[in-house]
């Protein structure tokens, strides 16, 4: 029996190698480019769930005090290190977003309340929640309350956001 050279397959074993090394590169680009898109996908998810929390309990205080005017029934907090997808502290949007989620639900008392009492209100507010700490995915973070402004029954709060116990 004749055993055939192998010169035949060291040709054949480095094309077989190539095309396995191409179905390796190709499907490293296929997952990278999915989990991108599935990132983006999962942030705007996050965004419109806090819109709709949001939105729950403004129309659930609407319709409960549409007959007054001179109270409280939105409140709308805004982080000073913006809403890009990585922000100036190096905070991701998401966790941006569950730390307002957690405020507004400690915000939740203030609405209802007089916007001509505000000045007392505010200041429990500032006490209650400046320098809190939020336990948001096994990481602490430190809110402090910026700036507060009420108008036409909007109360709006500007917050800083730091990682850990900086403030």
């Not at 005017?69 to 190096?90: D, H, L, P, Y």
């Not at 995915?137 to 116990?165: F, H, N, S």
């Amino acid at each position: 029996m004749r055993v055939p050279p192998f010169q035949q397959f060291r040709r054949f074993s480095k094309v077989s190698a190539i095309f396995v090394l191409g179905m390796i590169v190709g499907s490293v680009v296929y997952n990278t480019i999915f989990h991108m898109g599935f990132n983006a996908l999962w942030l705007d998810n996050q965004d419109l769930r806090v819109q709709l929390e949001q939105y729950k309990n403004d129309i659930l205080t609407l319709k409960k005090y549409k007959n007054s005017s001179t109270v409280i029934k939105e409140i709308k907090i805004r982080s000073e290190s913006g809403g890009s997808r990585e922000t100036a502290n190096g905070l991701e949007p998401a966790t941006v977003k569950e730390i307002i989620l957690k405020m507004s639900g400690d915000l939740a008392p203030m609405r209802g309340r007089s916007v001509f009492e505000i000045d007392e209100d505010s200041k429990m507010a500032r006490l209650l929640l400046s320098g809190k700490v939020y336990l948001v995915r096994d990481k602490e973070y430190a809110v402090r309350i910026r700036t507060m402004l009420v108008m036409e029954g909007v109360l709006q709060i500007w917050i800083e956001i730091v990682p850990g116990k900086q403030l």
